[in-house]
């Protein structure tokens, strides 16, 4: 069949493509909008760079997403998107290539070829500290997940100021009721909108779909379970390394005066900036001039509590039983931010600053010493601790929880041997190893296929044991017993420095007047 009879034949399929195409041709997809031709390639057939939503430019700078344009005759679906617009990467392995737009907001689609029926799928949210990354990272090419039975999609959504900002201006030209400054989660959700209306033209279940990402991608599902917009989108969750006691910033309205207000924060960078305070003069900055400076994402800049999309904030929500009722992998890994000392003058850093001396006095003594405290503790107060709260609420809530730790280090790492550092997880849970910042072997690699099957399980059934692996305990049977993945191979165990663990979470109980 030419090229041209099939994509004719391609205009008379139903919404549903997954009938057999001839095999010397490049896969098809019929979806809302037109028809998208891919490619194909070792079995697995990939789409890339498929608008979910129409350009966020003009007029329509921090507005919500809108549904993408139609267009007539097949459209090419075989180069990446551009990133969305951020600092130059210097070599972040979780940023894709340039060129770089506001115009963006395209997703990346890889499927088995050979399929009996729809499959599970997995649409991963990548992190950055909501300043920088990309979908269309060679990190995160699905293919190989692809592979273990699931349809992997990735998407990028806008970052920095163009995804998560406000400003007195804009809200008053707002119209009544119309969420605003979390336009990068609204982003995401228009993207999982996108795959419960499309994803069964390739080859995938609207039915079974499980969010997960990294980092502030990790924030991002932990925004989706407790966001009533994200609702019945998806299906599971997995957050890795994903914060979960962030407080965010609210509307000016909520409370004018306070340091959280976002529209506070959005005119004091307008005026510094010395731009006009109208939304006008705001949507005509060019672009770029919105990195400078650098929004702060754990400072109060970007993880945005708006009281809409996000209605309040992560911890507080899953303490009140109000997140999504859906399986939930959640973990963190071994030497997150091993580089950073509770005394760096960081937002990081802060989070200490108010203990009295008795509670110092008993963290330096449950670290060991100085030294343990110094290398340990904000990586427990960021992550370690706080994983263990939502992963202890939402097994408390009767649905089924799965907590890691990530404890593999390659050999040729450059960094200090002391555990796994933040993010370098991601290219083992993708089985994609040719895109690690350093040198691995064997052993990575069968830490790779190990993970990447794991969670790919968890993906089509939302429990990841199966197939001859090592039982990673649930939660709601096993409390506080987690798998942890290191060098010599996985092993179950209780949640290591659990003591240490147990005064960080005395602490946030006192701060926020619990008992």
Same mark, same amino acid.
Not at 91 to 104: F, I
Not at 233 to 244: E, K, N, T
């Given at each position: 069949m030419s090229f041209t009879a099939l994509i004719a034949a391609a205009m008379t399929m139903t919404l549903n493509t997954s009938a057999p195409l001839p095999a010397d041709g490049p896969p098809v997809a019929r979806v809302g909008e037109g028809v998208l031709v891919g490619a194909r390639d070792d079995g697995i057939e990939n789409f890339k760079g498929v608008a979910y939503a129409a350009p966020p430019v003009g007029e329509w700078r921090w507005r919500p997403p809108r549904p993408a344009p139609a267009w007539t005759g097949p459209r090419q679906a075989t180069d990446l998107g551009p990133i969305c617009?951020?600092?130059?990467?210097?070599?972040?392995?979780?940023?894709?290539?340039?060129?770089?737009?506001?115009?963006?907001?395209?997703?990346?689609?890889w499927a088995p070829e050979s399929r009996d029926g729809p499959l599970p799928v997995m649409v991963w949210i990548h992190g950055g500290g909501y300043n920088n990354g990309s979908g269309t990272a060679a990190l995160y090419e699905g293919a190989n997940l692809a592979r273990r039975g699931v349809v992997v999609v990735t998407i990028n959504y806008r970052l920095g100021r163009l995804g998560f900002f406000d400003h007195p201006a804009l809200a008053a030209e707002r119209p009544a009721g119309e969420a605003a400054g979390n336009y990068g989660v609204m982003d995401m959700i228009a993207a999982l909108e996108w795959v419960r209306d499309h994803i069964e033209a390739f080859g995938g279940d609207?039915? !079974?779909?499980?969010?997960?990402?990294?980092?502030?991608?990790?924030? *991002?599902?932990?925004?989706? &379970?407790?966001?009533?917009?994200?609702?019945?989108?998806?299906?599971?969750?997995?957050?890795?390394?994903?914060?979960?006691?962030?407080e965010g910033a609210v509307p000016g309205d909520l409370d004018p005066l306070s340091p959280r207000s976002t529209r506070a924060r959005g005119a004091a960078w307008a005026e510094a900036a010395g731009v006009t305070p109208t939304a006008a003069a705001l949507r005509a900055v060019p672009a770029e001039r919105l990195l400078e400076p650098a929004p702060n994402f754990f400072g109060g800049d970007l993880i945005l509590t708006d009281g809409v999309v996000v209605p309040m904030d992560v911890e507080a929500a899953f303490a009140?039983?109000? !997140?999504?009722?859906?399986?939930?992998?959640?973990?963190?890994?071994? *030497?997150?931010?091993?580089? &950073?000392?509770?005394?760096?003058l960081t937002p990081y850093g802060a989070l200490d600053d108010n203990l009295s001396d008795a509670a110092r006095a008993a963290l330096v003594e449950a670290y060991g010493g100085q030294e343990g405290y110094d290398a340990h503790l904000v990586s427990d107060l960021v992550f370690n601790e706080p994983a263990r709260r939502l992963a202890r609420l939402h097994a408390a809530a009767g649905q089924p929880t799965f907590l890691y730790r990530f404890d593999v280090v390659s050999l040729a790492m450059p960094e200090p041997h002391s555990g796994a550092t933040h993010a370098s997880e991601r290219q083992y849970v993708f089985d994609n190893l040719t895109a690690s910042p350093w040198a691995t072997d064997d052993m990575d690699q069968r830490a790779a296929t190990l993970m990447a099957d794991y969670w790919a399980a968890f993906g089509r059934t939302g429990d990841p044991n199966g197939g001859g692996r090592l039982m990673w305990p649930d939660l709601r049977a096993r409390i506080d017993e987690l798998i942890e993945f290191g060098n010599a191979g996985p092993r179950v165990l209780p949640v290591p420095f659990a003591r240490r663990l147990d005064l960080i979470e005395a602490l946030y109980t006192a701060r926020s007047g619990g008992d």
């Open positions: 617009i951020q600092p130059p990467s210097n070599g972040d392995n979780g940023v894709g290539p340039l060129p770089m737009s506001e115009d963006c907001l395209t997703l990346n689609v609207p039915g !079974q779909v499980t969010i997960f990402g990294e980092s502030a991608g990790g924030v *991002a599902v932990s925004q989706l &379970m407790i966001s009533p917009r994200a609702r019945g989108l998806f299906h599971r969750a997995a957050i890795q390394s994903g914060l979960g006691r962030q009140a039983g109000r !997140q999504a009722p859906v399986p939930l992998l959640i973990g963190t890994n071994s *030497a997150e931010f091993w580089w &950073m000392k509770p005394s760096d």
